[in-house]
């Protein structure tokens, strides 16, 4: 299927709007809700088949590593009351890195009902194909924009996963040393050295703390520039649907603290969307067109094998569009 090409007036126009009309859109925030009315507006235009979603979200991807620092600190004050104390702060002790690993990993864990909310929302259309659906693809790109976050500056980026495995050995040496402790009688040197690594935690909350008075991003390129192009897939599939693919444009909230949006969307619709393609737009302004190989910290996970043969073959295709991956 050929398609007439996408306008760069029109999503300039989008990107212009939302980063500088609109500006900063943190979750949970006016900004956010401000450019979810706007997409809504923009969807509701070309006469697509439009649905909203509101939900709880964690207000701050920091929650996740703070709560579990908070954890590990509850264990160093609890640890010196009496054995019952000991055996107890061995089990948050230990419990810590593990809850910081999953989070890393999953943006969730145990403690996520304890963590301080805030209120997010999707904006979601659907395009159905001229003939029979035989099959379904979702295209992503978020609402929301994060704080201008030192660990996210480029200077930092090559210290992001030796201190993310810091971290995690830290957490993990409070745990071990208290669950020795623990064994062994409650020696009392134990607790003693656990508050060396108690300070890198302690140093570790402040860190956090300091990061979250960061300003919000107004967020161009992560990711106004992905929102404006999915709407202009949008505007371009109205006036020529797939022929069998049934095509879902998820424009969601809270991808910077818990991907909640995303999780919402797939609550509602996992049967429907359980053998869709999901393709996730991320920082396409950036000037150059790339998809990912690898993607994670410390724990690496690649994407679906066919999507990657795909993305192999396009750029293969058209070498003038220079992607790679």
Known sequence: MTMKAPSADTMLSDVQVLAGRIGSRGTGTPGEAA???FVAGRLAALN???ERHSFQAVSTQNSFPAASDLL???AVVIYPLNATARWIAAGMALASAPLLWRAIRTSDNALRPLMPKVTSQNVVARVEPS???RSRAVVLAHLDTNRCRMAWQSSMLRYLEPLTCLTLGVLASIGALYLAGALLGGLQWVWWLS???AAYVVGT???LWQDDRAPFTHGANDNASSVAVALQIAALLAKQPPAHTQVWLAFTGAEETDHEGLRTLLRLHGP???QAAFIGLEGVGSGEIVFLTRQGIVDHYRPDPGLLTLAQGVAAR???LAVRG
């Open 48 to 50: 697509l088949v439009l």
């Open 72 to 74: 590990a600190l509850l």
């Open 272 to 274: 429907e969307l359980h």
């Open 195 to 197: 508050l060396l690594p």
């Open 205 to 207: 909350l402040v860190t």
């Open 35 to 37: 450019a979810a009315e």
């Open 131 to 133: 003939g029979e659906t």
């Open 318 to 320: 058209r070498p003038e």
